[in-house]
């Protein structure tokens, strides 16, 4: 996500931010169809101010990820709004099938799905429920890979390698 994007759903009025193991979780919820959605989670730094959840989707969705933090195995049950290209939808449901604790290679998950590693690499850093359908247990066949279009030891690459070793995967 690009930092102009980030403050668009920061500026939102339903953008909540919540404390995680790792820094912070924001949290875009909407209504669509009259039918309150999730619309986005990002992973953000430590630094961030928390804004506490108003509407009771974001107060669900920040309870789940609590328990996910204490429990990998925590299966998520929300509401997500429609996103996604068909491709996009095909990588985003194929990693959903990645038991926690394992992990598959761009390449394993672009076979299943015929497709290519680098389309199945932009997917996952499309993804805009990135706990929910989990982009970081797709890994490079060298190693553990970019993760949220970052290839340097930053931010998400760090968030990748503290959710693989909280869910015993390294």
Known sequence: ????????SANSPNYYVVAAPFGRLGILTELVDGSLMLTK????????????????LAKEVAKQCRAYFKDPSCQFDLPIKP???????KVWASIQNIPVGKTKT???VAK?????????GTACGANPY???APCHRVVSAQGLGGFMKENSPGLYRQIKMWLLRHEGAI
């Open 83 to 89: 996103a996604g290209t068909e491709h996009q939808k």
């Open 41 to 56: 989670i990002d992973y953000l730094p430590a630094g961030v101010a928390l804004i506490a959840p108003q509407n009771q």
């Open 106 to 108: 761009y390449g394993e």
């Open 1 to 8: 996500m690009k930092p102009s994007e980030k403050q668009i």
């Open 112 to 120: 299943q799905i015929k497709s290519g590693a680098r389309a199945v």
């Open 130 to 132: 990135p706990l929910i």
